[in-house]
């Protein structure tokens, strides 16, 4: 074993204060495992604009409570250095139901009050958006939550808040990376739990919390429809998370008595033992829900990723039928239903560029505009709010992945108001005698079927760079479409096909997008670091007077589906 390596290793083993990892790590050194042991001092699980998040084991490479603790501490120099009052505003921490998760807040309860920064910490598991509530509840410096959201059990994660009540955006993620790192060579203060309350830098978030971030909801004014309750029933499922009590909570109040959770589901269980990936878009992860479902012949089937910061439906087709909507059809509908109820100054939208464009043409119809970000909910919600003001009020922002804002009482995505807002969306429709997928095809009879796929495609190893490629060869056509603009975000240039050229405003990133004739798109996202490429695929086709939905869903999907082969085609092998 080299010298650089044994010195870590025993930096590691007199500074980790977990004996579990301790005893991890001696197994492997008694082993001689060099090959496994260089790999988990190969480098420093990276702190981003997420946070942190990586599976639960030995050394900086994972997730542990000596990594906490030093992401901490690096957080909390970050923060006395660039927010005024910091220690006095304090940190909001909060902790979903994985096995480490209430350790690693505790941990980082003690890194900060050590530090002599004001710790709020959640006396149970909480919902991510609890905590996203809380720093703008208590006008606090920060936020963090311990949670791998809808990862594997393996997993585990420590996502920031800024003190705008949003995730955080650069610089501030390389600044407060960059005290991590000084941190990690430095010991480490803390403080007992026990003595920080002593010294008052602790408050305990007792119940009067989580009922204030419930009132908040009850009181939104997004959240005001209260009719026709009794014609919608739902089956309801936290998928083994922290969603529960609060969703059974918030749907009462909204006068929901229909409400079957599946119980084999309902408490946190760190283990997810009935779901192989608790991931509500994954295949089979709504089994249990649908057939709940089922049973009660309810209207929705609805289901929370363990953290509840998204939110998934499946829509009775037909007694004992259901199917899945897409984030995409989610979003469509929840942007119609809310501008349709929102007054002239609160009509301001949003969606991430790899979702359906469906809603921009949605904003038009009642008047307004959408804003477009990169993908992620850091940047839908910085963006909207800076762009709120008192005459251009936020009313709703969304992304394909299951994510949804409604009004601003949380800046980041809300599972829990999402819920409430789909089942006040669907008693309205009842009382019309209506239903989701009458007013789905509604939307696309007027602004087309829109249908949305995403795909990931594996290249060889010898592969040219894709991104570079693109650009030294744009495409004219993308099989029988025409090329009617192009998105480059790393030049921040658009390029239209008569030559001329504007300036995009988004951050650089790594980015091609293709506009096409008759309202078709693609994006195509490089990998910096593998051959690979993600490519997002929209396609739209007018529903003509004789069409029914079966008829332009089936001719969306073979539209889609020569797209998708003939622009795969179209790359370098």
Not at 75 to 86: D, F, M, P, R, W
Not at 116 to 145: D, M, Q, S
Not at 241 to 265: H, I, K, P, R, W
Request: charged share 20%; net charge negative.
């Amino acid at each position: 074993m080299n010298t650089h390596l044994q010195h870590q290793i025993n930096q590691w083993l007199n500074n980790d204060p977990d004996p579990h990892t301790r005893s991890q790590l001696q197994t492997l050194i008694d082993a001689g495992n060099e090959t496994e042991l260089t790999a988990r001092f190969a480098g420093r699980l990276a702190f981003g604009t997420a946070g942190l998040r990586g599976e639960v084991g030995v050394g900086p490479m994972a997730m542990n409570r000596l990594v906490i603790r030093q992401t901490t501490a690096g957080l909390g120099a970050y923060l006395l250095e660039q927010i005024s009052h910091a220690a006095e505003r304090g940190v909001v921490i909060g902790y979903d139901g994985r096995h480490d998760s209430l350790t690693f807040a505790h941990d980082a309860a003690s890194v900060l009050t050590a530090m002599g920064i004001k710790v709020r910490l959640t006396h149970k598991v909480a919902a991510t958006p609890l905590v996203a509530f809380g720093v703008k509840h208590f006008n606090a410096a920060a936020g963090i939550v311990v949670t791998a959201s809808h990862n594997p059990p393996q997993y585990n994660g420590y996502k920031v808040y800024w003190e705008n009540g949003a995730q955080i955006i650069p610089p501030h993620d390389t600044g407060i990376a960059a005290q991590i790192t000084r941190a990690a060579t430095q010991a480490i203060p803390f403080l007992a739990l026990a003595d920080a309350i002593k010294q008052q830098t602790l408050i305990w978030l007792q119940d009067d919390f989580y009922q204030a971030y419930r009132q908040g909801i009850f009181d939104a004014k997004e959240l005001q429809h209260r009719n026709g309750q009794d014609k919608v029933s739902l089956a309801y499922t936290a998928m083994h998370g922290v969603g529960a009590d609060m969703a059974e909570a918030v749907l009462n109040d909204a006068g929901f008595t229909q409400v079957y959770s599946v119980a084999a589901q309902r408490e946190p269980d760190g283990d997810f033992p009935t779901v192989n990936f608790p991931n509500p878009e994954e295949k089979g992860a709504m089994d249990l829900v649908i057939a709940e479902a089922k049973k009660h012949n309810a209207v929705l089937a609805c289901a929370n990723d363990p953290d509840a910061d998204r939110f998934a439906v499946a829509v009775r087709t037909e007694p004992g039928q259901y199917q899945m909507l897409t984030g995409d059809q989610v979003g469509v509908l929840f942007g119609h239903y809310l501008l349709n109820h929102a007054p002239k100054n609160q009509q301001l939208t949003g969606t991430t560029i790899v979702s359906s464009s469906l809603l921009s043409k949605i904003a038009v119809e009642f008047g307004t505009q959408s804003y477009t970000t990169l993908t992620g909910f850091k940047w839908l919600m910085n963006v909207g709010i800076a762009m709120h003001q008192a005459d251009k009020q936020f009313l709703f922002a969304y992304e394909e992945a299951l994510g949804y804002t409604i009004g601003n009482l949380v800046w980041d995505k809300d599972g829990l108001s999402a819920l409430v807002a789909f089942a006040q969306l669907t008693a309205e429709l009842a009382i019309k005698g209506q239903t989701i997928w009458d007013k789905l095809e509604q939307i696309y009879r007027q602004h087309g079927f829109h249908l949305n796929a995403q795909v990931s495609i594996a290249l060889k190893a010898d592969t040219p760079n894709i991104g570079a490629y693109l650009r030294e060869h744009p495409p004219i056509n993308i099989g029988e479409y025409s090329v009617v603009s192009t998105d480059d975000l790393k030049s921040l240039q658009r390029t239209s096909a008569d030559g001329s050229q504007q300036t995009i405003d988004l951050p650089s990133s790594d980015v091609l997008i293709y506009a096409l004739e008759g309202g078709a798109r693609v994006i195509v996202r490089p990998s910096g670091t593998e051959p690979k490429i993600k490519c997002y695929y929209e396609v739209v086709e007018t529903m003509t007077p004789t069409d029914t939905w079966a008829s332009a869903k089936d001719r969306a999907e073979k539209a889609m589906s020569a797209f998708i082969k003939t622009h795969q085609a179209s790359l370098p092998s």
